[in-house]
């Protein structure tokens, strides 16, 4: 692994796009170099490569196969300190009071029935030192075996790391899968786990809409029952959704669905985009979005596309990282619990920088 960083260290030297990577529960890293700075963006649905989307989709940025490097090597996990973060809720204050107000102000609009859910977020913003891009990537991946690590690079996208295990779908021919998540605690392996009614009725939110709205391009949808997925020190509520295309729809019919989910914006979505493009107060940039394979698997050559939303992820500008969390906002949500779970969220992160 150390000569494929050394690779990546030489794109980013030479600001040249590269996407260091490591799949779910996978023993090996991908690393995809691409051989000039052009910004390549999807089209068409047809292309075949690594792509990139913000939140709000604009222009889709591709490491295209035709254009790249690629390099597999045996993923090396390395031991990783599982210290707490001694601030637990030490956070600005302002930035507290001020997503407190938020949350409050989205409680009263769902009230006043303009949205059922709207999902808020925040950046926060912490100096790194002695820092090394290629040992986080590797502490990420080695503390969320079953995450989708990654490192994204490009001079017009900026420098992006994250680990998560929200699959936006995976597409192999004309069957799918995906899944709705949301609903988060923390983890306790001595504790059993027990959900509220916010939780319980945010998850099934998310799921009836996916539901309804694949059932217009698919057949022979399945829906498991809602189960507990840990992603590191958290625990969310998960469903599995598998269907099969009808045989007119296209992959760019079920991404219109898929992104953005309630799980990321909210319900109605046009409500609630509205509103986090109105009150959140900062661009989310490539936040909640997605990225992965698109019509190709790197490593067994296939046509598959397998595409991860970008939650638990940070931006690196300088020494400085900047931490993306949110939460889903419903009826029952309580301000304070919102922000505490923001401030768990950002541990999953905080833990590997220090």
């Known amino acids: 692994m150390s000569d494929m960083f050394?690779?990546?260290?030489?794109?980013?030297?030479?600001?040249?796009?590269?996407?260091?990577?490591?799949?779910?529960?996978?023993?090996?890293?991908?690393?995809?170099?691409?051989?000039?700075?052009?910004?390549?963006?999807?089209?068409?649905?047809?292309?075949?490569?690594?792509?990139?989307?913000?939140?709000?989709?604009?222009?889709?940025?591709?490491?295209?196969?035709?254009?790249?490097?690629?390099?597999?090597?045996?993923?090396?996990?390395?031991?990783?300190?599982?210290?707490?973060?001694?601030?637990?809720?030490?956070?600005?204050?302002?930035?507290?009071?001020?997503?407190?107000?938020?949350?409050?102000?989205?409680?009263?609009?769902?009230?006043?029935?303009?949205?059922?859910?709207?999902?808020?977020?925040?950046?926060?913003?912490?100096?790194?030192?002695?820092f090394d891009l290629f040992d986080i990537f590797q502490k990420l991946a080695s503390t969320y075996p079953s995450a989708f690590?990654?490192?994204?690079?490009?001079?017009?996208?900026?420098?992006?790391?994250?680990?998560?295990?929200?699959?936006?779908?995976?597409?192999?021919?004309m069957n799918f899968r995906t899944m709705a998540v949301a609903g988060t605690q923390l983890y306790n392996d001595a504790a059993t786990i027990l959900w509220g009614a916010k939780e319980v009725d945010e998850q099934q939110l998310v799921t009836d809409?996916?539901?309804?709205?694949?059932?217009?391009?698919?057949?022979?949808?399945?829906?498991?029952k809602p189960y507990a997925l840990r992603a590191g020190n958290l625990i969310h509520l998960k469903t599995d959704i598998e269907g099969k295309f009808r045989e007119e729809m296209q992959l760019k019919d079920l991404?219109?669905?898929?992104?953005?989910?309630?799980?990321?914006?909210?319900?109605?979505?046009d409500a609630a985009m509205d509103f986090i493009i109105k009150n959140e107060g900062y661009e989310r940039s490539f936040y909640a979005g997605f990225l992965g394979e698109f019509n190709f698997d790197f490593d067994t050559k296939d046509k598959v596309t397998d595409l991860y939303v970008n939650l638990r992820c940070m931006e690196i500008e300088e020494n400085n990282a900047h931490i993306y969390v949110g939460g889903g906002i419903t009826i029952d949500s309580n301000a304070e619990n919102e922000w505490l779970e923001t401030v768990n969220k950002s541990h999953t992160i905080k833990k590997i920088l220090y």
């Open 6 to 130: 050394q690779k990546c260290r030489d794109q980013h030297n030479h600001k040249l796009p590269f996407v260091l990577y490591r799949k779910p529960n996978a023993n090996k890293v991908i690393a995809l170099l691409q051989e000039d700075d052009t910004v390549n963006t999807m089209s068409n649905n047809e292309e075949r490569g690594f792509v990139f989307a913000p939140f709000i989709e604009t222009k889709i940025i591709v490491i295209p196969e035709d254009k790249c490097k690629v390099i597999i090597t045996p993923f090396e996990p390395v031991d990783v300190n599982s210290n707490e973060i001694a601030e637990i809720d030490g956070e600005n204050p302002f930035e507290k009071k001020k997503h407190i107000e938020l949350v409050e102000k989205a409680i009263e609009s769902i009230k006043n029935g303009e949205f059922s859910k709207v999902v808020l977020s925040r950046k926060e913003t912490v100096a790194l030192s002695d």
């Open 149 to 173: 690590a990654y490192c994204f690079y490009h001079p017009k996208a900026g420098l992006w790391l994250g680990a998560f295990s929200e699959q936006l779908v995976f597409v192999q021919g």
């Open 209 to 224: 809409f996916l539901v309804s709205n694949l059932n217009e391009i698919s057949t022979e949808i399945s829906v498991s």
């Open 255 to 269: 991404l219109s669905i898929l992104h953005p989910t309630p799980a990321v914006c909210g319900f109605p979505k």
